[in-house]
């Protein structure tokens, strides 16, 4: 998958300096610091030899006399008591990873006030509508993926985060739905965030958590999830943040935007639970919790359980009961071609009011509205009741794979559900016959790499607002719910949009769409 485009530099020598104009501060012996359009320009002939292109490792042609730092890579700058400017910045080391550098510059006492006002000038450059200082509650599992969660929080995202100023308060998980617990007690208003690094599973544990709370909508809508990547699939990652690598996801989140967020009641036997990114029944469900014993693999697991289980033609009779919104491929695209006109992405659309979404909480939301009795009520009952007589039920004797998505990346390079959208109030299905000869199946699933997935003949894809599951003739099975192993029973979905906040890049998912979706006819 794409990763953001980003540069950086080395750090500056310090020097005297007398500002020259608003956006511009000139020091001693040509060297200026310079707010461009879209960067801050650093011309100093000193530093800028650390910055030369470089061969295996190996600096080659003549050093440049100026160089460049993206506003989106500054994480913090100020005019410190010493009276010297600091300039804190990620700088991309490779491809794969940042790292904090920091510029230097004593200034005369003369120039500080008008430093302070370039400084201040930069900060809101650098952020634009996101939120600076983010107070974080960070739970870190040591267990996650193929381990070194504790070696990533530390040497790859904690200096990130300390660099813009955020305020941390860090636990490391001991057992498993240790985080339901944390986020079910949290004390609202002491964070802005909660930011699991692991892989998806802490994710879910903290949605449930805030999810079991009494005031569970307003938690769900007051602290938004972010999420450094530390495990096998890293969906929520690779959605929100545009990548699946640690330090990347970390700046993404320093500069990430509040985001509503639809999310998903599941129903099985008498429980409820939220899911925020998937279910799952046949080969992806197989090649998911059957691999666990792999986890050291990493998201190569996952191949290998596909390689496994693609010559069995295993089959999945069961019943299938959806209220279908959009059925037709064409209608989908046209779809999500409107959805990506949206032009304001901290709207919360909900069914029947949007309400903003805000720093503070849902302005134009009452109280009785965010502090009601836990979760919204279901619409269409539990798994219990009957199936709704407006939804569609059809039987399926050769299943081979139904996925229902709320995101578009399950995993680095697995973007299947492409019509997905963050807060459009629908879910994404999928689904195909498990009878296709090996090959064609292959074919079918490598797809997915290639964005010919939703477009394959195999493959049903539908946007619905509710369905229910029912396996058939089958005693034991898997069945994935945001990558989390329940019974092999009947389940039921309904979608609540916008009852979540998460912090994303952009207020969208950072996935292509269906391919020629931009052609769409609305």
């Not at 500002?19 to 000193?46: E, I, M, Q, R, Y």
């Not at 290998?304 to 959009?326: H, N, T, W």
């Not at 010919?452 to 069945?479: L, M």
Request: glycine share 8%; with cysteine.
């Amino acid at each position: 998958m794409a990763e953001p485009a980003s540069n950086g530099t080395a750090p500056a020598s310090a020097s005297k300096t007398q500002p020259a104009a608003s956006n511009v501060l000139v020091f001693p012996k040509g060297v200026s610091l310079a707010l461009a359009s879209d960067s801050l320009v650093v011309k100093d002939k000193t530093q800028a030899r650390f910055h030369r292109s470089k061969l295996c490792g190996i600096p080659v042609g003549n050093p440049p006399a100026e160089f460049s730092v993206p506003f989106y890579n500054v994480l913090w700058t100020e005019v410190t008591d010493n009276g010297s400017l600091t300039i804190d910045y990620a700088l991309a080391v490779s491809k794969k990873q940042f790292r904090v550098c920091t510029l230097t510059y004593p200034l005369a006492d003369s120039a500080a006030a008008e430093v302070v006002k370039w400084s201040n000038t930069l900060l809101m450059r650098a952020y634009g509508p996101a939120q600076r200082r983010k107070r974080a509650k960070v739970l870190v599992n040591p267990y996650s993926g193929p381990g070194g969660a504790d070696r990533i929080w530390e040497h790859e995202v904690k200096p990130l985060f300390e660099a813009a100023r955020m305020s941390l308060d860090v636990v490391r998980t001991k057992f498993s739905g240790e985080a339901v617990g944390i986020c079910e007690n949290l004390d609202l208003d002491s964070y802005d965030v909660v930011i699991p690094c692991s892989g998806d599973g802490l994710p879910y544990e903290c949605i449930n958590g805030l999810g079991k709370r009494p005031d569970a909508r307003k938690a769900l809508r007051q602290l938004a999830i972010a999420h450094i990547p530390c495990g096998s699939g890293n969906a929520m990652s690779c959605n929100l943040n545009g990548t699946h690598r640690p330090s990347i996801a970390a700046l993404a989140i320093i500069k990430g935007v509040r985001t509503p967020f639809d999310l998903m009641s599941v129903t099985q036997g008498n429980t409820r639970t939220l899911s925020f990114l998937s279910q799952s029944v046949g080969i992806i469900a197989e090649c998911d919790l059957g691999t666990e014993h792999l986890r050291w693999l990493g998201a190569a697991r996952f191949h290998v359980g596909l390689a496994q289980r693609v010559f069995s033609k295993k089959l999945y009779p069961c019943d299938i009961s959806m209220k279908v919104e959009i059925s037709e491929k064409p209608d989908v695209k046209a779809h999500y071609k409107r959805e990506q006109s949206e032009s304001v992405y901290t709207t919360r659309k909900e069914k029947d009011a949007e309400r903003e979404a805000s720093l503070a909480g849902e302005s134009t939301a009452t109280e009785a509205t965010l502090t009601g009795d836990g979760l919204p009520p279901l619409k269409f009952g539990t798994i219990n009741d009957k199936v709704p007589a407006d939804w569609e039920t059809a039987s399926y004797e050769k299943l081979g794979n139904f996925y229902c998505g709320n995101m578009a990346w399950m995993a680095p390079d697995a973007n299947f559900f492409t019509a997905a959208c963050p807060n459009d109030g629908l879910m994404d299905v999928v689904f195909n016959d498990g009878d296709i000869s090996p090959a064609k199946y292959i074919e079918l699933l490598t797809s997915v790499e290639t964005g010919h997935f939703f477009d394959n003949p195999h493959v049903t894809y539908r946007k619905v607002s509710a369905y229910r599951f029912t396996p058939r003739n089958q005693e034991d099975g898997y069945i994935s719910i945001d990558g989390e192993h329940v019974p092999f029973e009947p389940f039921q979905v309904e979608i609540h949009q916008g009852l979540g906040t998460v912090l994303s890049r952009n207020g969208k998912y950072e996935a292509k769409g269906p391919l020629g979706w931009e052609k769409a006819s609305v």
